[in-house]
């Protein structure tokens, strides 16, 4: 059962004292309070784990200072979606709202290799009027004798020329705990220029320990990828494990499944769980176009694999894209077959606005 509680009131208010005192009688359940921040407010969320059916939801609700009580219907306890439950689906973090309603693009480098590209792609980014990206500075790599990424030596100009160009939000893969302090730290001596969403990548999606500890902070939204030979259900409770540990600002990615049923495709594309995703959970979705196809294949339309697949993620309500871009693919250190072009960015934002377009034409179709 979840308690949410009145705006006001917090573990140190009388009000929940008397909560506490009730919940005495009910020695099989445990208590988690998290602290959410909403837009305007923080609001306390109480978690009642245990023998909860010992409970009445009526009564947990006339406390003074609980606002509303949520009988935790489905698994996700926190993330998921239960009966009755007004609990928000979106989060602000760095004045952009994430929400399963909007649609927010990503295109950037798959991995930062020098100030030359970072300022290409920014300066791009800022003539197309966009405020996020993404920003690769440690790689997980199949091959430990390939470019593992600059680390935290790159981050200071990544940082400054964000806040040059106006970036908002930067995702960026992390793959060990210490990688959130030095993020955090070059954002410090930067001036906080910029925002940055930690992503989590497939390789480490039950990394529990890594999620543990990135759940434990709540400074960074993070992005976390599904795991790419796994089931659903195993990243979503891999989300969860990020929620149960104080962090609810969670996007949820699908990046395609390793098989070689995807062939030619570098994974086969899983972009019809989106709206699977949407109805378990409260996670807004991305999806990554880029590293689903993994190529720059076109049909005999003239338009790229990657652009058809970005199109059906956004038809189907998709909520963030992250797609790789570089200015010279051909000399880009990680992942260049995929890259789209400087020169594309514009036409592949004018085609995700006729996509998005039809979709909002299809969800109004569809409202009674
Ligand atoms: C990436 O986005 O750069 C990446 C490595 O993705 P994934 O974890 O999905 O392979
Ligand atoms: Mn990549």
């Known amino acids: 059962m979840i308690l949410i509680l009145k705006p006001n009131i917090d573990t140190e208010s009388r009000e929940f004292r008397r909560i506490e005192e009730h919940l005495k009688n009910f020695p099989n359940i445990e208590t988690r309070v998290h602290r959410v921040q909403g837009a305007a407010q923080v609001l306390t969320e109480v978690y009642l784990i245990g023998n909860t059916a010992a409970l009445a939801l009526e009564e947990m609700k006339s406390f003074p200072g609980v606002e509303h009580a949520v009988r935790v219907s489905e698994e996700y306890r926190v993330l998921g979606r239960h009966k009755d439950d007004n609990r928000p689906n979106h989060f602000h973090y760095n004045g952009v709202r994430f929400s399963q309603d ?4 990503f295109a950037g480098l798959c991995a930062v290799d020098s100030p030359k590209s970072v300022e290409e792609m920014m300066r791009a980014l800022r003539e197309n009027r966009q405020v996020c990206t993404r920003m690769g500075a440690y790689k997980p790599r199949t091959s430990p004798y390939s470019f593992q990424g600059h680390g935290k030596n790159c981050l200071p100009f990544v940082f400054e020329l ?11 893969e992390i793959t060990h705990e210490s990688h959130i302090d030095e993020i955090r730290e070059a954002l410090a001596k930067t001036g906080n220029p910029t925002g940055v969403m ?17 759940g434990r902070q709540q400074e960074f939204p993070v992005l976390l990828k599904r ?21 609810q600002k969670v996007i949820f990615a699908l990046r395609g499944m390793k098989t070689n049923i995807g062939d030619p495709h570098r994974n086969i594309v899983d972009f019809a769980h989106i709206p699977v995703v949407k109805r378990l959970t409260r996670m807004p979705v ?10 720059r294949g076109r049909s005999s339309d003239n338009v790229l694999d990657i652009m058809h697949v970005t199109a059906q ?5 998709a909520n963030m894209i992250l797609v790789d871009f570089h200015p010279d693919p051909s000399v880009a250190l990680v992942d260049g077959p995929q ?9 592949f934002l004018e085609d995700v606005a006729i996509v ?9 179709l569809y409202k009674e």
């Open 102 to 105: 909007n649609l927010h693009i």
């Open 162 to 172: 964000a806040g040059k160009y106006g970036i908002k939000v930067i995702a960026m």
């Open 198 to 214: 930690l992503q989590i990548g497939t390789r480490n999606t039950q990394n529990f320990e890594l999620l543990k500890s990135v």
């Open 227 to 247: 795991g790419f030979g796994i089931t659903l259900d195993e990243s979503l409770h891999a989300a969860e494990y990020l929620a149960s540990e104080g962090n």
């Open 286 to 295: 991305c999806c990554d176009p880029s590293h689903s196809v993994g190529s």
């Open 313 to 317: 993620a956004v038809i189907a309500g």
């Open 339 to 347: 890259a789209l072009r400087m020169n594309e960015l514009s036409k």
């Open 356 to 364: 998005r377009e039809a979709y909002e034409k299809r969800v109004a």
